[in-house]
């Protein structure tokens, strides 16, 4: 008589780490990694800005003038307060504080919006002004050689850049939504944790971003 094979057990989902330490420690790793790779692609814009600055040094010390830099340096504050928000609210939900944290949530939503707002506003004076990137640069007031370089470079980091702060709001009115749903509290709040590390990366990288175009 032939034996029937028994059936395989069941694993639950995420529980091949072991204990919920193991599984929080793998979640944190996976995001360090991420941001990993986010930080060298904008590492690879970065290092393209510093070679064209060091072939046109003269254009690049003069594109900052023909830059808006009360709309640059209102747009840190807002993403540097959003952050600070950010932090507030996984602080809160670490205490079990979660419609405190929710209100944060929607705060640093806001600030995500807000600064896109300005950022659009922004590109629109550029549009008009005719500093535009590549073949399509015609901006008379500033037409040395290498101006179209310097804006080229200014189109693509700060839109990757926007693109990220899009998706980072994206994540935070997800967070906001699962925290009024109860899901996170004192004892899970992981995803959050994560959530805060992406923003406060998009934060960190316009620092860098605001005194290469808008400063120096």
Do not use: C
């Not at 599984?23 to 690879?44: C, K, N, P, Y």
């Amino acid at each position: 008589m032939r034996r029937e094979a028994s059936p395989r057990p069941v694993v639950p989902r995420a529980l091949q780490f072991g204990d919920e330490a193991s599984r929080q420690d793998a979640a944190h790793l996976g995001m360090w990694i991420f941001l990993a790779t986010e930080v060298l692609l904008f590492s690879v814009l970065f290092t393209a800005y510093a070679l064209y600055r060091m072939t046109y040094p003269a254009v690049f010390q003069q594109a900052p003038a023909h830059m808006d830099v009360f709309l640059g340096t209102l747009n840190t504050f807002v993403l540097v307060v959003s952050s600070i928000v950010v932090a507030l609210a996984v602080d809160a939900i670490r205490s079990g504080r979660d419609f405190v944290a929710a209100a944060f949530l929607s705060l640093a939503s806001v600030l995500g919006i807000v600064f896109l707002s300005i950022k659009a506003a922004e590109y629109a004076k550029h549009v008009r002004d005719g500093a535009l990137p590549g073949a399509w640069y015609a901006y008379e007031a500033f037409s040395a050689p290498g101006a179209n370089l310097y804006f080229t470079l200014y189109w693509v980091m700060t839109g990757v850049h926007a693109v990220h702060v899009l998706v980072g709001v994206g994540v935070l009115v997800t967070l906001l939504m699962r925290t009024l749903a109860g899901e996170f509290g004192a004892r899970f709040h992981t995803p959050m944790e994560l959530g805060g590390m992406y923003w406060h990366l998009v934060d960190v990288v316009w620092l860098f971003l605001w005194p290469l175009l808008y400063l120096t």
